[in-house]
């Protein structure tokens, strides 16, 4: 072989390789641009995916949150603790039959109004029965138990002094004619008597509408009420007779205290009470109120107490229910409300 021919098919060869490598360069390229394309599609794949997903998450937290804030709106059981002090008042009258030295006698009198000072403990359980309207009227149990501070408030007196000189029936019939041993004239006597009544305990339960105001971001509260009222009333006679005589003013006294058992009455009676949310501590409502009661009572019977002694029968009677059976009160105090719909 000359060299020209052998320079020939070593450039042949050299052209040959070096399409080769043209062609090979191409392959990959054209894989590189595949791949290139099969990233981009999973990652915009990845992406709708997260975009989805994150979409979803974000719908179910707004219904969670949603749903939540329902819960938080719907009302429960509230339990409410009220602490109170007011006073009360009623009419009531009484009478006495007393023994004289010739048979007997009644001393009535009018008396005073029966006034008592007392405290209140309250326990309500707001429910979960409301109304969608305005005002948010909602059902309220009712429950309390008073404790008057005043006893033996006078439903009768008897103030009288008699004088032997000048004679006259009167002494004669109420005062005795001898004292002590040796006896000595009586010159002069005087009686003191009192029908008193006691208020002992009373006790309400019942039923109520309790209304949200409107205003000042619904921190103000009235609740109408209609309750069964119970009380306990104890009657109470004294009967005081002091006699003097002689020169050197002996006396004598009769004395008689006589108390009977608790008398129990019953009625109905209408509440209004306005109370505001006075301060929040977690799940407890503070606040504070102010209440009117009238209440009427339904139990027509009198109190009567009684005593024997030497002298015959003391008999002491007092009512309740005379002009009328109607009592009043007016207290104010404070609350406490658990709020189950307390955020933390």
């Known amino acids: 072989m000359t060299r020209e021919q052998r320079v020939q098919i070593e450039g042949d060869r050299l052209r040959s390789g070096s399409g080769d490598t043209e062609s090979h360069a191409s392959t990959r390229r054209r894989e590189i641009a595949r791949l290139a394309r099969a990233i981009g599609l999973g990652a915009a794949i990845v992406a709708s995916l997260a975009v989805w997903s994150t979409s979803g998450m974000a719908e179910e937290a707004a219904s969670e949150a949603v749903a939540q804030d329902e819960v938080l709106e719907t009302p429960g059981f509230e339990p409410r603790l009220s602490l109170g002090f007011g006073v009360l008042t009623q009419s009531h009258k009484g009478e006495a039959q007393v023994p004289t030295e010739i048979a007997s006698t009644t001393l009535s009198d009018r008396g005073d109004s029966l006034i008592s000072q007392h405290f209140k403990i309250g326990l309500d359980l707001m429910t979960p029965a409301q109304l969608d309207v305005y005002t948010k009227p909602r059902l309220v149990l009712k429950s309390s138990v ?137 799940p407890l409502v503070f606040g504070f109120y102010l209440e009117g009661r009238m209440s009427w009572f339904a139990t027509d019977r009198d109190m009567s107490v009684s005593q024997s002694t030497d002298r015959g029968r003391f008999e002491f009677v007092s009512s309740l229910n005379d002009p009328e059976p109607i009592q009043y009160q007016l207290l104010g105090g404070v609350t406490m409300r658990f709020d189950p719909r307390w955020r933390r």
């Not at 020169?247 to 109905?268: A, M, R, T």
Request: contains cysteine; negative net charge; charged residues 20%.
């Open 146 to 282: 008073q404790l008057p501070v005043s006893r033996g408030l006078i439903s009768n007196r008897a103030d009288s002094k008699f004088d032997l000189n000048p004679p006259n029936a009167a002494f004669n019939e109420n005062c005795p004619a001898t004292i002590g041993t040796p006896p000595i004239l009586t010159n002069t006597c005087s009686v003191r008597l009192r029908n008193r009544s006691t208020i002992e305990t009373i006790w309400t339960a019942g039923l109520g509408i309790d209304f949200t105001l409107p205003f000042d971001e619904q921190q103000f509260h009235f609740t109408q009420g209609f309750e069964y009222i119970g009380m306990a009333v104890q009657a109470e006679g004294t009967y005081l007779r002091r006699s003097t005589g002689g020169s050197f003013g002996q006396n004598e006294s009769e004395y008689i205290d006589v108390k009977g058992n608790p008398e129990l009455y019953h009625g109905i009676s209408i509440t209004e009470n306005l109370s505001v949310d006075a301060y929040v501590r977690g």
